[in-house]
């Protein structure tokens, strides 16, 4: 049975270019949106929030969802990716990582010339699949998602 990732990224758009950070993968460095995984008892909003200012150091407010994603890289392995539109409110021309991210070793602007070029270091298709649907404006209302944490209580007393 494989095993199951729950994952957020974030697609900003600054100024006509994409936030992207270097990540220090088994692969090599790879350039991937700021995203990661879903931590126990956190909402969805709160790690994609979380994981921009961890890998950026800058405050993002989610907009949109623009789609969810599911990637199977290996048979060992399932991720289910919620990826967001939103903006960050303290730009920095040089973003960087907060000290106690893992993995993550750089942050910068990229526009999207030079991340069609660099396809071969994205961490995964995702990368240019969330882009992508972003520039085709596809997206979803927050409302879409509901944490019903609170009421699974009731089912579990």
């Known amino acids: 049975m494989p095993n199951i990732h729950i994952t957020v990224a974030a697609v900003v758009e ?4 994409f936030l992207l950070v270097t990540d ?19 909402d969805i909003i709160a790690a994609v929030i979380r994981e921009v200012f961890e890998e950026s150091s800058m405050s993002f407010i989610p907009k949109k ?3 969810i994603y599911l990637y199977n890289p290996n048979p060992e392995n399932t991720y289910l990716r919620f990826c967001f539109k939103g903006i960050v409110t303290n ?11 893992d993995g993550v070793i750089a942050a910068d602007w990229y526009d999207l010339e030079t991340i069609k070029s660099r396809r071969n270091e994205l961490r995964s298709t ?12 596809i997206e979803f209302p927050l409302e ?8 699974l209580t009731v ?3």
């Open 91 to 101: 730009i920095h021309e040089t973003p960087k990582p907060i000290a106690n991210d």
């Open 24 to 42: 220090i993968t088994s692969n090599g460095h790879k350039l991937n949106q700021p995203a990661g995984h879903v931590e126990a008892n956190e």
């Open 155 to 157: 089912y579990l007393d």
């Open 14 to 17: 600054h100024q006509g270019k």
């Open 65 to 67: 969802l623009i789609g």
């Open 144 to 151: 879409v998602l509901a944490n019903h944490r609170d009421n």
């Open 126 to 137: 995702l990368v240019m699949k969330c882009i992508d649907d972003y520039l085709a404006k």
